[in-house]
């Protein structure tokens, strides 16, 4: 870049030459001595070379000489800020305005450095001064917008380079610079014309070729930006960094052949650089060669293992090929390295389903869509993990979102006739279904649209769809039962005989398989078939009262008599002489068919008044169903009917329970318990109750003696949660532990434990689990809060700083997470940020004083004390008693030497909490240095009390003793610096003392 400099040094130097010249005539301070004044003539001579490091050499020389003029030392500035050099340049042109406020050199320097060093808000202001005195200084208008440009503000960018512009208008470095922010406002015409100004003056910069390409391929005009491109490779064919645009570009227009030309031609001249290679395999992904791609991509991760778009574009090779834990593995580490877009989340999510991992699945596509993806195929994926997980209400949902944006989105509808079908609204599923059909699924649907009728009742129209269907693709085996009985309930038992014989044939060995087969042969009147199909169905569920009552029906009609008797003595043990269809609700209650069982029972007891025992049953099926109402409705007619068991009443506190009615389920629990004592899930399901009741002792009483009665693993976790909440987090952790080692733990429970951890001050034990709990999911502001918090705590810095930008992107509006970040970032060395954080948690909740507190302690360690008092005032304002802030702020005073501020805040200090130490001894130093000796002694006096082996505390009050003439004791405290702190500054300092006494 020296040729662009070159204008803005020969002005600087013949600047710095009649500056010079004056300062020799005695116009500036004392004339120098002829051999400084050779050494500065030297350096402006090595200057004008541009030979730097010459110049630096001569400028130190004669500087060593003679300090007191600010020429020589903008000069060697300027030969540092050519080197490179930014901190020591920074130093020196400090120096030359410290001795000349108005060198508008010196301060376009000053801002040069700053720029360079990444402190925009300084370099402006230092910028800004430049000029102002001298308004045409060109190059310092182009470094201030070049401070706005890298801060994001292209607007004020490109208003300070037209400045410099129009103070130089052969400036190179202006226009480029501005049609760099063109292109960033996405103003591309002006862009081209920016660049093409610094093609004409300058031919050979192949920069702006490059950025011209770029604005041009915005715009759509592939064949100028290729043209562009093409020249900057003619002018330099070994430019690594154009083979790879340019193979960018072609790859834009799909000209893979090319592209890949450009990119291998780039890794022969630049065969470390690990973007081309993620670059290249990024074609050949496009190509689909994955292979290939899979190369290139773990030769990028060599080079740099950080890449986290080599990862992700891996995971997306791997996935390709259909290698979905090697997908998922790869994408996990990209997201370890830099959050994921939501179409990236959604890629892995799309991994985790193919892998049937569908929990995963949906946590990853809730991510995805709760950042902004408003995809049909996002919504569609989430309601497929949904309904893997048997949400089916949800899943509908989403299948219902899909087709929102894609109205046309068959497989949307076929999808969502399943999750209506599963949640028995027959109605819907078939309307969707008949959609699916008429966007042309076909065949697809025609077997679940025989389900529907099937369900529906409409048996004819059942067996035809799944006839179609069959005749489209083979049965499996359950369908073909499920044919079976659809020609059962229409009456066709040989057609039923038939279709579930051949599922039993081809695997579908159910008893509820062999039953209908016994009935279809039954009702065929083939007695001794039915006799084994019962006998085989009573093989497989012994408790199948129907297949006892069938049989003893058949052995009837053979005449076996006796056999008969039998069977109805058993199947009237097993269904309390209910008929038929109270037995075969039981069945179907045990099959896990709660509906069915419902519907059974409830015919049932339309033809036969129930017992108490058939009413309490059919209640189970209901709470299976999740209607508690009809539950309790029917527990509670059970037991005034007579039952009185555990069970009865432990059923209808569950369902009182989960109506919310806990006075009742508590009554319900405590009879359970007096009937069954140790009945352990009666404890368990009470201490719930306590602990909604927030009663945590009485919740953790219960809880204990459920796990002791074996209700270990349901019990321990709630255990845990009920110390928690009493403040045991020792217990709590511990409890929890035990749940865990019963069964794996949800990512919320692990979390709950870091919790405990946290509370109990053990920080690793809780950032192992709460990052485990985010790595599995748990992915909520409060899980990366307390995760940045523990990391905090652990001075790991960076990483806490990054957890609470995770736990912004979740809640952007915590107030605790900006305070948080911005101290972690403080602590991490990242200054800036940590300001722009407190400034907005300020922002966000005006009233925190320890916000105040913080941003104060940022802006002292910048060295702007006024400043940072300011925020101390303001969170005294909030919090006036609290004796940090009130410390903390009488140190800045003593800092600035307000010793009358500084002693009332140590004062206030000393009122509020007596055992403060370092209140004492900053009030005796503040007295020390107001002459108040014997006030100092006293001070000090109490602060050693305190600290009795404070070696400055004992110097300082010797050197009041002394003060005040009183030797011996000033002996005798600096003696005994001495003995507590050898070897120590005050140590040192004492000796010396000592020696004058």
């Known amino acids: 870049m020296a040729f662009l400099q070159r204008g803005l040094k020969i002005k600087f130097l013949a600047t710095l030459l009649l500056a010079w010249t004056l300062a020799a005539c005695g116009t500036t301070g004392t004339p120098t001595s002829p051999s400084a004044q050779s050494f500065f003539a030297d350096g402006y001579a090595a200057a004008r070379k541009s030979d730097w490091a010459a110049a630096e050499t001569a400028f130190s020389a004669g500087l060593a000489q003679n300090q007191n003029h600010a020429e020589p030392f903008a000069g060697r500035g300027w030969a540092r800020l050519n080197q490179n050099n930014f901190a020591a340049a920074l130093d020196d042109f400090r120096q030359a305005i410290a001795l000349n406020a108005d060198d508008a050199s010196a301060w376009a320097g000053l801002g040069r450095a700053q720029l360079k060093l990444g402190d925009y808000e300084s370099a402006r202001e230092s910028l800004t001064q430049a000029v102002a005195l001298s308004p045409f200084r060109s190059g310092a208008f182009i470094d201030r917008g070049l401070t706005f440009y890298k801060q994001g503000d292209y607007e004020s960018a490109i208003a300070d380079f037209s400045r410099g512009i129009r103070a130089n208008s052969r400036t190179q470095r202006g226009f480029y610079n501005r049609g760099l922010a063109y292109l960033k406002l996405g103003q591309t015409a002006a862009a081209i014309a920016d660049f093409s100004a610094v093609i004409e003056r300058n031919p050979q910069y192949t920069a702006a070729y490059s950025r011209r390409a770029a604005a041009y391929q915005a715009q759509g005009d592939l064949a100028l930006a290729q043209a562009d491109l093409d020249a900057v490779l003619s002018q330099n064919p070994t430019d690594a960094a154009g083979y790879v645009t340019r193979g960018a570009l072609f790859a834009a227009q799909n000209d893979f052949p090319r592209a890949l030309d450009d990119f291998s031609r780039a890794l022969e001249l630049s065969p470390a650089d690990a973007k081309i290679w993620r670059e290249r395999g990024k074609v050949f992904y496009a190509q689909g060669d994955y292979v290939s791609a899979l190369d290139d991509f773990r030769q990028a991760l060599t080079l740099n293992p950080n890449d986290a778009s080599a990862r992700y574009w891996q995971g ?365 899930s009666a404890y368990r399901q009470r201490g719930l109750i306590s602990y909604r009741q927030g009663d945590y002792a009485a919740a953790t009483a219960d809880l204990e003696t459920a796990r002791q009665l074996g209700s270990g693993i349901a019990s321990a976790y709630t255990l845990g949660l009920a110390a928690y909440r009493q403040g045991d987090y020792e217990r709590a952790a511990q409890a929890m532990t035990l749940a865990f080692e019963a069964a794996p733990p949800t990512p919320a429970q692990r979390y709950q434990r870091g919790l405990a951890y946290y509370r109990q001050g053990d920080y690793q034990a809780a950032l192992d689990d709460i990052s485990t709990a985010i790595a599995d999911g748990y992915r909520t502001a409060n899980g990366f809060y307390y995760a940045g918090l523990s990391a905090y705590h652990l001075k790991k810095y960076a990483r806490a700083a990054d957890y609470f930008t995770d736990a912004l992107k979740q809640d952007g509006a915590s107030t605790a997470a900006y305070r948080q970040r911005g101290l972690a970032r403080y602590k991490a060395g990242q200054v800036q940020l940590a300001r722009a954080d407190l400034d907005l948690a300020i922002k966000l909740r005006p009233n925190d004083a320890r916000v105040y507190f913080y941003r104060g302690l940022l802006i002292r360690d910048e060295g702007d004390l006024p400043a940072a008092i300011q925020d101390f005032n303001r969170a005294l304002e909030l919090a006036p008693n609290d004796t940090t802030i009130l410390y903390t702020r009488g140190r800045a005073y003593y800092a600035r030497a307000d010793f009358a501020a500084a002693a009332a805040d140590f004062a206030r200090v000393r009122t509020l909490d007596p055992a403060h130490s370092g209140a004492g001894y900053y009030l005796g130093l503040t007295q020390y240095k107001t002459n108040a000796y014997a006030d100092a002694v006293q001070s000090f006096s109490a602060a050693i009390q305190l600290s009795p082996t404070n070696g400055w505390a004992l110097y300082y009050r010797g050197l009041a003793y002394r003060r005040l003439g009183q030797f011996t004791a000033a002996k005798a405290d600096l003696q005994r610096v001495l003995e507590v702190a050898p070897g120590s500054r005050a140590a040192t300092r004492a000796a010396r003392v000592l020696k004058k006494l």
């Open 316 to 680: 997306l090779a791997h996935y390709r090929r259909g290698n979905y834990a090697e997908a998922i593995a790869a994408m996990d580490a990209a997201f370890l390295l830099t959050p994921p877009t939501p179409a990236r989340q959604y890629q892995r999510g799309l991994a985790f389903y193919r892998a049937g991992d569908f929990p995963s699945a949906q946590k990853d596509f809730d991510a995805a869509i709760a950042d902004g993806l408003d995809t049909a195929n996002g919504y569609y994926y989430r309601g497929l993990a949904q309904y893997h997980r048997q949400n089916y209400a949800a899943a509908a949902d989403n299948f219902s979102a899909a087709i929102a944006r894609a109205e046309n989105f068959t497989n949307a509808y076929r999808q969502r006739g399943w999750a209506e079908y599963r949640q028995g609204d027959y109605t819907a599923a078939r309307a969707d279904f008949e959609q699916a059909r008429a966007l042309g699924a076909g065949d697809a649907v025609a077997y679940p649209l025989g389900l529907v009728a099937y369900r529906l009742g409409n048996y004819p129209l059942a067996i035809a769809e799944m006839t179609a269907a069959f005749e489209a693709s083979a049965p499996t085996a359950a369908r073909q039962y499920q044919r079976g009985l659809a020609f059962y309930r229409n009456g066709d038992f040989e057609s039923a005989l038939a279709d579930i014989e051949a599922a039993i044939n081809a695997g579908y060995e159910s008893a509820n398989a062999f039953y209908y087969h016994g009935l279809a042969a039954y009702h065929l009147d083939n007695f001794p078939r039915a006799v084994v199909d019962f006998s085989r169905a009573i093989e497989l569920s012994p408790d199948m009262s129907g297949a006892y009552r069938q049989r003893g029906l058949a052995e009837y009609r053979l005449g076996q008599l006796n056999l008969a008797q039998e069977d109805f003595a058993v199947a009237a043990n097993l269904s309390a002489d209910a008929p038929a269809e109270y037995a075969l609700g039981l069945v179907q209650y045990h099959a896990q068919e709660y509906r069915q069982a419902v519907e059974n029972m409830s015919v049932a007891f339309e033809q036969v008044a129930p017992t108490p025992s058939q009413r309490y049953q059919r209640g189970l099926a209901f709470y299976q169903l999740g209607d508690y109402e009809s539950a309790r409705a029917d527990f509670d007619a059970a037991i005034a009917a007579g039952l009185d068991t555990a069970n009865g009443y432990y059923y209808r506190g569950l369902t009182a329970f989960h109506l919310d009615d806990t006075a009742s389920a508590r009554a319900d629990f405590n009879r359970a318990i007096a009937l069954a004592p140790d009945f352990g």
